[in-house]
């Protein structure tokens, strides 16, 4: 890291704001299914698992299950449904769910095409990972992430998030429609995998270079 600023708010009310700093953390979203990715490929330098391992040895439930393989899931080339798509989804995002009650929500819909004949972005790829990774390693996803990357390399900002909590120096989502108005605050048992950690920009960068 040769550069690094912090420019803004990470919390803005109508009667207060808080500057951000170089150690504000945000909710960095779909970046997690990168860190994700980095452990499923770890699992499968272990011998734990390989890309053409078929999703029904450990959640048969799901559509197509014996068909979609750990690759498709990597590369969004499964054709399993996208739940954040579903117009239902803005009314229970903010409530916590269950791995049986996401696997649930997951299997419900039909599938969007077939394994491995287009690719189409889909949260329930990775949120599906991270159960497989999970049931593989008889961890949490959070453990998973200390042990096998964080502890390794220093991200001593990087984790899992839960309630933002200001106090920790995390950062609102916003969004600008009159004014700044924050965002809802997705509870992060939902996108887990897909899309629950924590960082900061430096943390980011430390992983990005040790991968």
Same mark, same amino acid.
């Given at each position: *890291? ?15 704001? +808080? &500057?951000?700093? =170089?150690?504000? !953390? ?13 452990? *499923?490929?770890?699992? +499968? @330098? #272990? ?8 999703? #029904? ?29 579903? %117009? ?8 916590? !769910? ?25 949260? &329930? ?16 996803? $959070? ?5 096998? +990357? ?18 920790? =120096?995390? $950062?609102? &989502?916003?969004?600008?429609? =009159?004014?700044?108005?924050?965002? %809802? @605050?997705?509870?992060? &048992?939902? %996108? ?8 900061? %920009? ?10």
């Amino acid at each position: *890291i040769v550069y690094s600023r912090a420019i803004g708010y990470s919390y803005i009310s109508s009667n207060e704001k +808080i &500057s951000a700093t =170089n150690q504000t !953390k945000y909710r960095i979203g779909s970046i997690t299914k990168m860190f994700t990715a980095t452990m *499923i490929f770890q699992l +499968i @330098e #272990d011998g734990k698992l390989s890309l053409t391992t078929t999703v #029904d040895k450990y959640f048969p439930q799901l559509p197509n299950a014996s068909k979609i393989t750990i690759s498709n899931l990597l590369n969004h080339r499964s054709g399993l449904h996208n739940f954040t798509d579903d %117009p239902e989804y803005v009314t229970w995002e903010t409530q916590p !769910k269950t791995q049986d009650e996401m696997l649930a929500i997951i299997s419900k819909s039909p599938v969007d095409f077939q394994p491995n004949e287009k690719c189409s972005y889909s949260n &329930s790829n990775y949120v599906v990972l991270g159960y497989i990774l999970q049931n593989i390693s008889k961890q949490s996803y $959070s453990k998973n992430l200390s042990t096998r +990357i964080t502890s390794k390399i220093g991200l001593s900002n990087t984790y899992v998030g839960a309630k933002t909590d200001t106090k920790k =120096n995390e $950062s609102f &989502s916003y969004r600008f429609l =009159n004014g700044w108005e924050q965002g %809802p @605050e997705t509870d992060m &048992s939902i %996108p887990s995998a897909a899309g629950a950690i924590v960082s900061t %920009p430096a943390d980011l960068t430390k992983f990005i270079e040790s991968l």
